[in-house]
């Protein structure tokens, strides 16, 4: 077995020189705000999505209580309406409301 070590198995690296002195930290400033903004962006994006998706589920919990007490339409509170109700919210109330009354069983 060769003992050589795993850096022999590694290409080399090119020799980089880095710049020196202000003009090297306005760079690295600048290579740093630029990251930071891209995070920031997609972070956003993704918060807002993920807080839509709550609301959605919340609102459609929050109108399967409500469509059974006021108005009687006797949704079946089961695991799977639950489930459907906080993955897709208001679309899957409306769909359970439109199997209610078309008289198929929940």
Partial sequence: MNTTGIATLLPALPN??????????????????VVLLIVFMLGRKIL???FGII?????????????N??????IPITVYTMVATAI????????LVILRLAGIPL
Avoid at 88 to 95: C, D, M, S, Y
């Fill in 88 to 95: 897709f919210g208001l679309p899957a109330v409306g769909t």
């Fill in 16 to 33: 980089v020189s880095l710049p020196v002195g202000i003009a090297g930290e306005i760079i690295l400033v600048a290579m740093i705000a």
């Fill in 48 to 50: 807002k999505v993920v």
């Fill in 69 to 74: 007490l006021v108005l009687n339409i006797a």
């Fill in 55 to 67: 609301a959605n589920s919340i609102l459609g919990l929050i109108s399967i209580f409500v469509l």
